[in-house]
Nanobody, 125 residues
Framework: QVRLVESGGGSVQAGGSLRLSCAASGYAVSSYCMAWFRQSPGKEREGLAS???????RYEDSVKGRFTISKDNAKNTLYLQIDSLKPEDTGMYYCAGNLEGLCLGSPTPSAYKYWGQGTQVTVSS
């Protein structure tokens, strides 16, 4: 049974940093494309960044330079480092994985089979 569990969210002030983690079980982080999504109040779930089996990252323009996606294959864990947090970064952050080795295009929810329960990030000004 595949399980993805996010952690690391919290309430921070603008300009701060957070590192989100996504611990996987029953699923090999090293083998597949994984991504981070965010759902802000009143908005649809949006893809932020993805990373393929070769650890090649891809970022949406809105987060380039502030977000860093990475993974630790030995720990079977996906990460998202978020720097220079802004109030508009507030939302629920989800990790997701599919069964493809490469990530094709911008991450879209329909392309991912497995999801975590989310971790809340709240940024105050």
């Amino acid at each position: 049974q595949v399980r993805l569990v996010e952690s690391g969210g919290g309430s921070v002030q603008a300009g701060g940093s957070l590192r989100l983690s996504c611990a996987a079980s029953g699923y090999a982080v090293s083998s597949y494309c994984m991504a981070w999504f965010r759902q802000s109040p009143g908005k649809e779930r949006e893809g932020l960044a993805s990373i393929d089996r070769y650890r090649s990252p891809r970022y949406e323009d809105s987060v380039k330079g502030r977000f860093t996606i990475s993974k630790d294959n030995a720990k079977n864990t996906l990460y998202l480092q978020i720097d220079s947090l802004k109030p508009e970064d507030t939302g629920m952050y989800y990790c997701a994985g599919n069964l493809e080795g490469l990530c094709l295009g911008s991450p879209t929810p329909s392309a991912y089979k497995y999801w975590g329960q989310g971790t809340q990030v709240t940024v105050s000004s």
